[in-house]
């Protein structure tokens, strides 16, 4: 990383994005859009998710949606038919959400690349058809009501300027704990699957175990995103965890950087204000135009945000110090194919 | 319930809707192939002609075989304005980037004709009089059996274009190395767009097909995808044999399963074939191998 010295700068910048982000209800004010925040928050966690599988390991996951799904359907129903609070949900509904991985993961992982992703693709569909139409346990159609809202202590997460910080919480340390991942013995083992897996596998990685671990990784972060939105809806139907959501997760990954934490979070809240602020085109043109803009960015962005960022930042230490040592901006490995 | 008869209906039913599943599949795994892509919008090339053929057919009142030519012309240039648009400018990336620009295709396809054409479902007229014909006892719908040659016809066709035609040859070599096809002097661009125009026909004769039988809507595109992509893994991803037994055998399972097992899990019996194939012979029916060549 270029840039290193800059320690004062940086001792400033965390302080001040700490700042804005705890003021952010103030500032916003509107009911409506810290909503919307509180939704990229949770977005941005099951993003995140996706992040270790696709953007670290390099493998394709077309049904975080379905994790999400459980997620937010284990703390439902804990919470409305056992009455469990909050915290009781947010330990059990991530490894709920990280078990159905294991169990989709041990039998698919040894599967590679695009038959692994069309695995994923059947599983989350059958998650949610079995959502969508088991009415004893799921409510149908009609879905689960009446979750209650998030209370730790004396403290209630009611309104959405309170859940926020909640959520905010959440995402920091989802994103903390990924950092310590990317960087740890187990992060190493997942780009080196990503890049090359036979040559991890021959310089003695077990591929096997790491993609299963990946792959439960992801799920848990979707079962935590799960978890949060049970709890901030107060209402799950299976319509929300249906696959466009899981090609959703995909596209804010992509649009933002597969690979790196900020571009996951970046890419999640964009692709979730972007619709808002097209709102004023009703529906249909909205998704519309939505859909030719991957298009564009993904002929004109092949990095995502995060790729296009560090080009940027990288011709600016150019021209600034041209004898800097410099890291190319990572491009996504071509498959082999 | 299980006598000869009524099996012999559904059996007629599952291979109508299997043969449509088949042409999708086909469409989907001749890409595969070609450039190694997953088309998600492999369902929009299904959708978009479907309202078209609607269009020309009740608005227009077209006779039925000057709107079918119009079909086949409209995705031809469709095929070409897909391969130079979202496929093209990709060429060489990671598939996942061709995935995501396919997905994001599909949306706008999905989203613009929405636009233009409405939420209420349409439905063309039939070419035939009759709504069934009696063959001794089953009643077979005159449609199921124009689907059912058409896919026989068009497997006949594909044999016969890719195994005794030139251009057949070079969009097989073109499909098993691309550098050597272009080593050996094949315009290896020209076949990838030829091949994209060909699978886009493919869907434009399965959305003629489906109109009469089936509700025209924006999102049925997806449905379509979806049992396209079951098809072809069922059959083995890629390959052109597999797709066609593929996309018949969902179409026959989940009819028997709809009649016998349960009608409201009817979409789920697609995905936990293609879920089962993947566990226990992950190359499908027709597929060789399943590791990623290194």
């Known amino acids: 990383m270029p840039l290193k010295k800059g320690l004062p700068a940086k001792a400033l910048f965390y302080p001040m994005v700490a700042i804005a982000l705890a003021a952010l209800p103030m500032i916003i004010r509107s009911n409506y859009w810290i909503g919307t925040v509180n939704l990229a928050i949770i977005y941005s966690i099951a993003v995140l998710g996706l992040n270790i599988i696709l953007g670290l390991t390099g493998q394709l996951n077309i049904a975080q949606a379905a994790f999400w799904g459980i997620g937010a359907y284990t703390a439902a129903l804990l919470n409305t038919r056992l009455g469990w609070p909050f915290w009781a949900t947010f330990l059990v509904a991530p490894p709920t959400a990280a078990a159905f991985g294991v169990i989709l993961g041990f039998p698919t992982l040894r599967l590679s690349g695009r038959y692994l992703a069309m695995a994923t693709i059947g599983f989350g569909i059958i998650i949610n058809l079995i959502l969508h139409n088991w009415k004893e346990f799921t409510g149908g159609v009609d879905g689960i009501p009446g979750i209650g809202a998030p209370v730790l202590g004396p403290l209630k997460f009611s309104t959405n300027a309170s859940f926020y910080y909640l959520a905010l919480v959440c995402l920091i340390l989802a994103a903390l704990t990924q950092v310590r991942i990317k960087n740890s013995r187990m992060g190493r083992a997942f780009r080196a699957i990503k890049d090359n897996e036979l040559a991890a596998e021959l310089s003695g990685v077990d591929t096997f175990k790491y993609r299963v671990v990946a792959f439960a990784l992801c799920s848990a972060y979707g079962g935590l995103a799960g978890q949060l939105f049970a709890h901030r809806t107060k209402y799950v139907s299976a319509e929300t965890f249906f696959i466009d959501m899981s090609i959703l997760f995909i596209c804010m990954l992509m649009i933002g950087g597969a690979g790196s934490v900020a571009g996951s979070i970046v890419g999640a809240s964009l692709l979730t204000f972007i619709p808002e602020w097209l709102r004023f085109l009703q529906g249909p043109w909205a998704m519309a135009i939505f859909g030719l803009a991957i298009v564009v960015i993904m002929i004109f962005m092949p990095t995502g945000l995060a790729g296009l960022v560090k080009s940027i930042g990288s011709k600016m230490v150019m021209r600034l110090w041209p004898d800097a040592h410099q890291e190319p901006a990572e491009l996504p490995r071509k498959a082999s194919h | ?294």
């Open chain 2, 1 to 294: 319930m299980f006598d000869a008869t009524t099996l012999a209906q559904f059996l007629v039913s599952g291979l109508a809707m299997g043969s449509v599943y088949a042409l999708i599949a086909l469409s989907f795994a001749l890409l595969y192939k070609a450039v190694g892509i997953l088309n998600f919008a492999v369902g929009e090339s299904v959708m978009v002609p479907a309202f078209i053929v609607v269009i020309l057919l009740t608005a227009l009142k077209l006779p039925f075989l000057p709107a079918y030519l119009m079909i086949i012309a409209v995705m031809v240039v469709f095929g070409a304005v897909f391969q130079r648009t979202v496929y093209h400018p990709l060429r060489g990336r990671p598939f996942i980037s061709v995935l995501v620009s396919t997905i994001g295709a599909s949306l706008f396809l999905r989203n613009t004709s929405l636009l233009v054409f409405g939420a209420d479902p349409r439905v063309s007229p039939g070419l035939f009089p009759v709504q069934s014909v009696n063959f001794f006892g089953v009643f077979v719908p005159p449609q199921y059996l124009l689907i059912i040659t058409t896919l026989i016809v068009l497997v006949v066709f594909q044999y016969w274009l890719f195994e005794k035609t030139l251009l057949g040859k070079k969009m097989q070599a073109t499909a098993q190395d691309r550098d050597m096809a272009r080593l050996l002097g094949i315009p290896v661009d020209r076949i990838i767009l030829i091949t994209f125009i060909y699978a886009a026909i493919l869907g434009g004769i399965a959305a003629i097909l489906l109109a009469p039988i089936f509700y025209v809507t924006s999102d049925m595109g997806f449905m379509f995808a979806l049992k396209a992509f079951a098809s072809s893994i069922a059959g083995g991803l890629g390959s052109i044999p597999g797709a066609i037994v593929g996309g018949l055998f969902i179409g026959v399972v989940e009819l028997f399963c709809a009649a016998y097992i349960s009608a409201t899990y009817k979409d789920v019996f697609a995905f936990i074939i293609l879920i089962a194939v993947l566990l226990l012979r992950p190359q499908g029916f027709f597929g060789e191998k399943v590791a990623e060549k290194v």
